[in-house]
């Protein structure tokens, strides 16, 4: 069994073939997929997936770095509304874009700030977007005071100073297709005692493993980030998947492994 833990399968790009999607990702061993909001027009094809899956899929709560603009602050008040109404699963996709947009940085960070207080006053990690500001966010973690915050930061592509910052915090790393792809470092960064702190993940319909690069990304590929890991951490494929997923249990669903 794997879980996707970060895929984005209400998007209209799934509208054609969900169904079909859903199947190949159970054929593919993935049994459980989590699903980060992006912002309040997000929300309800959220819900409907859920409602459609409700043994598969998961919903997360947040409102995503990019997605803060002039209106956050209306933006928040409707995550916040959502979070006290009933449960999810994690806070996200919540953090710092500094690679699209550098006129909110100030906001994301407020915007941050708030939603991982709202994390830990529920008790459920937050699902971390770090993009050209790791260490910005490293330092607020650092800083912020919330002992018992747990979260993750997806998409991971720090150097090893940053990957002992977040060890050092209890966090974990989310991988994807990006780690299949010639550019990037996680090679070089990794040591095969990190599989303690490693969680998998697709951000489907993005960043779609080689040799799907470029086209839509969907869950069921995550069986080549799989074989990617157990080259890179030279462990069997079957160890990569038992240790993540009971990783992303431990995180998630807060299962003692
Ligand atoms: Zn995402």
Aim: aromatic letters at 8%; hydrophobic letters at 40%.
């Amino acid at each position: 069994m794997i879980i996707d833990t970060h895929a984005h399968l209400y998007l209209e790009q799934f509208d054609q073939d969900l169904d079909q999607v859903m199947a190949r990702a159970q054929e593919n061993g993935v049994q459980k997929i989590l699903l980060p909001n992006i912002d309040s027009k997000t929300i309800q094809s959220m819900y409907a997936l859920e409602q459609k899956y409700p043994d598969m899929v998961m919903a997360m709560m947040g409102l995503h770095p990019c997605h803060v603009q002039e209106d956050y602050q209306e933006e928040l008040i409707i995550i916040k509304k959502e979070l006290d109404r009933r449960s999810f699963i994690a806070v996200g996709e919540i953090g710092i874009d500094l690679y699209w947009d550098k006129q909110y940085v100030v906001q994301q960070k407020e915007a941050f700030i708030t939603q991982c207080r709202w994390a830990a006053a529920l008790d459920i990690p937050v699902v971390i977007h770090a993009r050209e500001s790791l260490e910005i966010l490293l330092d607020i973690l650092e800083h912020i005071g919330l002992e018992h915050l747990q979260g993750v930061f997806h998409c991971f592509g720090g150097d090893r100073v940053a990957l002992d910052r977040v060890r050092e915090l209890g966090f974990y790393i989310g991988l994807g297709g990006v780690i299949t792809y010639k550019s990037s470092n996680m090679g070089k960064v990794l040591r095969s005692s990190d599989i303690d702190r490693i969680i998998l993940e697709t951000d489907a319909p993005y960043l779609a493993p080689v040799p799907f690069r470029g086209k839509r990304n969907e869950s069921s590929y995550l069986p080549f980030i799989v074989q990617k890991l157990a080259d890179i951490l030279d462990l069997p494929a079957g160890e990569i998947e038992k240790r993540t997923t009971n990783n992303a249990k431990r995180l998630f669903l807060r299962e003692e492994l």
